[in-house]
Nanobody, 126 residues
């Protein structure tokens, strides 16, 4: 059974930093894209960042470019999201996701995710 488990969420003041981690189990994702999504209250879920299998191709939402960095450690089957200069509008539940298809990159990083974690709450106070 595939599981994606997020950790690292919490409450932080505006301007602060958090590092989210997503550990996968049940199968390896060394050849698959992984990404981070978020959903704020009353809003639709949106993609935040995504990484190709090697990390050589990444995608960032415009709202987080220059502040968030996605990385992965395939040996640990884990993907990370370093979030700096956090803003109150970053407050949301953050979800980790993984694709089933292999060797996806470029614009296809933005969609087609098959596995999802349960989410971790990030709250940024002003």
């Amino acid at each position: 059974q595939v599981q994606l488990v997020e950790s690292g969420g919490g409450l932080v003041q505006a301007g602060g930093s958090l590092r989210l981690a997503c550990a996968a189990s049940g199968r390896t994702f060394s050849r698959q894209a992984m990404g981070w999504f978020r959903q704020a209250p009353g809003k639709e879920r949106e993609i935040v960042a995504a990484s190709s299998w090697s990390g050589g191709s990444t995608y960032y939402a415009n709202s987080v470019k220059g502040r968030f960095t996605i990385s992965r450690d395939n040996a640990k089957n884990t993907v990370y999201l370093q979030m700096n200069s956090l803003k109150p509008e970053d407050t949301a539940v953050y979800y980790c996701a993984a694709q089933r298809d292999v060797y996806v990159y470029g614009s296809n990083l933005r969609r087609g995710y098959d596995y999802w974690g349960q989410g971790t709450q990030v709250t940024v106070s002003s």
